[in-house]
């Protein structure tokens, strides 16, 4: 007679992020984008909650509940990044796991939830089984995964080259936020293939952040002045009722002296960062009251220090 074997829950919260600015800088033979960016991870955030216990069939079994399971399991990135790390851990593969995503997190908005959700399963899985997996090698799983997993694998606000994988964080980087989802998405693939997209944008060379970064204004004046979303352009372009709802937006919010106004990744979400709470408040009541924005969705939240 065999015994049930003992259940363990895991869970933590899954962040999103905005992207300060990003810039192409080139294109690799196997078609992937070289970029530059600053990514930060915010305040708003999935739950995300594994429910592991071993077994003696030889097998992964994973199932899911929650947010998630309207995705085909083939394409959800928390079943995938299950997969790569039981792959990499050699623990041989007699579990079974159970994936609960809760998406506050919109989707299709640049704000990095699949990726940061794939992220954490890689996280948890990787504390509970004590750590197996060298840094590299995970991170190296997760960038198969998706571009932006690596940075989500750390918690710091970061200066991100290469195509996702050349991290290095940056300390200091504050604000608060509205972030505005408008109803509509913007697909990744054709705006990245747009002939329109920017691919020689000029190197920003992570020594100007040194001084710039001792006070955050500095540090978002100077993003404002010198720095852009590529793909923003690309987006307003391609889908005029995103570049209406950006110019509602920034007028919503420009009375209240934000220190930057941007769309975040490919979109389609748009967010502004401000100095002090009062400011944002004062924002997120004007998009509130904005007749043209009742149909998408704002969110408050701040850049996670």
Same mark, same amino acid.
């Given at each position: 007679m065999h015994t049930a074997q003992p259940t363990t829950t895991l869970s933590a919260l899954s962040p999103g992020k905005i992207n300060l600015f990003l810039h192409i800088t080139g294109r690799r033979a196997d078609g992937y984008h070289l970029l530059q960016s600053i990514f930060c991870p915010i305040t708003l955030a999935d739950e995300v909650s594994l429910s592991l216990r071993p077994t003696e069939n030889g097998q992964l079994n994973i199932e899911r509940e929650g947010d998630l399971v309207h995705l085909p399991a083939e394409t959800d990135l928390t079943v995938r990044a299950c997969k790569a790390f039981y792959a990499q851990a050699g623990l041989g593969q007699s579990h079974a796991v159970r994936i609960q995503v809760k998406k506050n997190i919109p989707e299709q908005a640049g704000l990095g939830g699949g990726s940061s959700n794939a992220a954490t399963v890689l996280r948890l899985l990787q504390h509970h089984h004590g750590n197996p997996v060298s840094d590299e090698k995970l991170a190296e799983a997760g960038l198969q995964?998706?571009?932006?997993?690596?940075?989500?694998?750390?918690?710091?606000?970061?200066? @991100?080259?290469?195509?996702?994988?050349?991290?290095?964080?940056?300390?200091?980087? &504050?604000?608060?936020?509205? @972030?505005?989802?408008?109803?509509?998405?913007?697909?990744?693939?054709?705006? /990245?293939?747009?002939?329109?997209?920017?691919?020689?944008?000029?190197?920003?060379?992570?020594? @100007?952040?040194?001084? $710039?970064?001792?006070?955050?204004?500095?540090?978002?004046?100077?993003?404002?002045?010198?720095?852009?979303?590529?793909?923003?352009?690309?987006?307003?372009?391609?889908?005029?009722?995103?570049?209406?709802? /950006?110019?509602?937006?920034?007028?919503?919010? $420009?009375?209240?002296?934000?220190?930057?106004?941007?769309?975040?990744?490919?979109? &389609?979400?748009? /967010?502004?960062?401000?100095?002090?709470?009062?400011?944002?408040? &004062?924002?997120?009541?004007?998009?509130?009251d904005a007749p043209e924005l009742k149909a998408g969705k704002w969110f408050e939240c701040k850049i996670m220090a």
């Open positions: 995964l998706g571009a932006d997993v690596p940075f989500f694998l750390q918690n710091n606000s970061a200066f @991100v080259e290469g195509i996702g994988e050349i991290i290095t964080p940056i300390s200091g980087v &504050s604000g608060h936020l509205i @972030v505005y989802k408008p109803p509509l998405s913007c697909p990744t693939p054709k705006i /990245f293939s747009d002939p329109q997209l920017t691919r020689n944008s000029s190197d920003v060379k992570i020594a @100007v952040f040194d001084s $710039a970064r001792r006070m955050n204004s500095e540090l978002m004046a100077f993003l404002k002045a010198n720095t852009q979303n590529a793909l923003q352009a690309v987006v307003s372009s391609n889908i005029p009722d995103w570049e209406h709802q /950006f110019g509602v937006f920034e007028s919503c919010v $420009a009375r209240f002296n934000p220190q930057l106004i941007r769309m975040s990744g490919s979109g &389609s979400a748009m /967010f502004a960062v401000f100095a002090s709470p009062s400011q944002l408040s &004062s924002a997120v009541a004007a998009v509130a």
